[in-house]
């Protein structure tokens, strides 16, 4: 029986970790809010030792934080540390693209292009949270086609959902179409500009963000 007993509680911690990962990654439950274990137990129809354990691999991703004698939030980021994140991941997606151009081919521009479409079409039906998944699948496509797994493996540390989620609370502000002409710029600026110059172009395009 007590292997059984294992079993159940790890497949409802994975439950309620996958349900509150989801809701941060969707803006369902915003930074500093505050969760507490027994409305998540209520809620999800479990006792509150799963809720507790799936809490503790959150915090441990730095999903989320908690205060002692205050509770557990979900994490917030200041403006400073998004600048810093923004920079580090500018310098290494700029070395993928210098690594995409030196091996680019017709179909790694076509999928680039299709990343690019799916952005237009988000854009053009106004849907905020399509958008979002495209243009986290646009920067993913840029990665994937540099092959180079350790940075791939980086930057998706470093870009993480919860990184772009919060990201869009300081990029929301420019009309979803405005966001989309400066992708499109971005991706012509990839594409055309003189492989020598390219690494220095793509670090000058995230300094304006």
């Not at 970790?17 to 809701?23: A, N, T, V």
Request: some cysteine; glycine content about 2%.
């Amino acid at each position: 029986m007590a292997p059984k007993t294992s079993r159940s509680r790890i497949s409802a911690t994975e439950r309620v970790e996958q349900h509150i990962r989801q809701c941060i990654y969707s803006g369902m439950l915003t930074p500093r809010e505050r969760l507490i274990e027994e409305d998540l137990a209520k809620q999800l129809n479990c006792s509150r030792g799963p809720v507790r354990e799936a809490l503790l691999r959150l915090e441990r991703d730095g999903l989320i934080v908690t205060v002692p004698r205050r509770g557990t939030f979900i994490r917030d980021i200041s403006t400073e540390s998004i600048e810093v994140i923004f920079s580090i991941r500018g310098k290494l997606e700029a070395l993928c693209v210098r690594y995409l151009r030196q091996e680019l081919t017709d179909q790694s521009e076509q999928t680039l292009r299709k990343a690019l479409k799916e952005m237009k079409s988000a854009a053009n039906a106004g849907d905020e949270e399509a958008f979002l998944q495209a243009d986290l699948e646009l920067h993913r496509t840029i990665w994937k086609l540099a092959n180079r797994d350790q940075l791939y493996r980086t930057l998706n540390t470093v870009m993480n959902p919860f990184i772009f989620m919060v990201a869009r609370a300081f990029s929301a502000r420019a009309p979803i179409k405005q966001r989309y002409r400066n992708h499109e710029a971005y991706v012509e600026t990839i594409l055309s500009t003189p492989i020598k110059d390219v690494e220095a172009a793509v670090e000058d395009y995230f300094r304006t963000l």
